[in-house]
Structure formats: C-alpha cells, structure tokens
C-alpha cells in the first residue's frame, strides 16, 4: 500500500479495538472490519487510499481469507458500521505517538 504515515495504521487500529469494546466478532468478521478500519483511518489522518485498492492489496496478498466478490460493497457497509459504532467520534489522541517518541528519545540516549 505504501503507506507513508504510520499515524494512518496506529488510527486503525485504535479504531478496530474501539469498535470490538463494543461489538462481537461472530457479528462482524474482522476481515472485513480491518479494511474498513484502514479505510476510514486513511480518511481521518488526510492519507486516503480508493477503498479498491485497498481490496485489491488485501486480495493479492491473503487471497484464500479475501475471496468475497461483494468485498468491496462490504467494506463501505462496514464503514458506515464503524461510524455508527464509533458514534462518529473520530478525534483521538493516538498513545502511539507518545511511545514512537519515547523509544526514538530511549535511542538517542544511548
């Protein structure tokens, strides 16, 4: 994907774990709440990728987890899923801002 910003992956992840506080894994297959979450991050960070090619990676590189033709209406259903779970609170102070600082300070140190 070359994503340049690891800002854009640490805000998927905080929002994957976000949404699972509070919904199920038998309800919503991670899957495709991983995409969703990629997708969506993209968008809040200012680092968007077109949702196809976000599917066409995931199917190039796990091709027996993503095999879904409906993969892609899937994840903009998810995504709006995601916001709503969300409660479209998308502002976050990302933890892993501070421990990137505080491992780049650690290793100038030495």
């Known amino acids: ?3 340049k910003e ?3 992956l640490y805000t998927a992840c905080t929002f994957f774990h976000r949404f699972y506080m509070v919904q199920s894994f038998k309800e919503h297959p991670l899957e495709i709440a991983a995409l969703g979450c ?3 991050a993209g968008k809040v960070e200012e680092t968007p990728k077109k949702c ?3 599917v066409n990676v995931a199917k190039e590189v796990l091709r027996d987890k ?3 033709p409906t993969l892609l209406q899937d994840v903009f259903q998810f995504e709006r899923t995601l916001l709503s779970t969300l ?3 998308l502002n976050l102070d990302n933890p892993y801002t501070f ?3 505080l491992y780049v ?3 100038n140190q030495k």
């Open 6 to 8: 690891q800002q854009t």
């Open 52 to 54: 196809r090619d976000i």
């Open 1 to 3: 994907m070359k994503l």
């Open 87 to 89: 409660g479209f609170d």
């Open 105 to 107: 300070f650690s290793m």
């Open 38 to 40: 990629l997708f969506l």
């Open 66 to 68: 993503y095999s879904s």
């Open 99 to 101: 421990l990137e600082l």
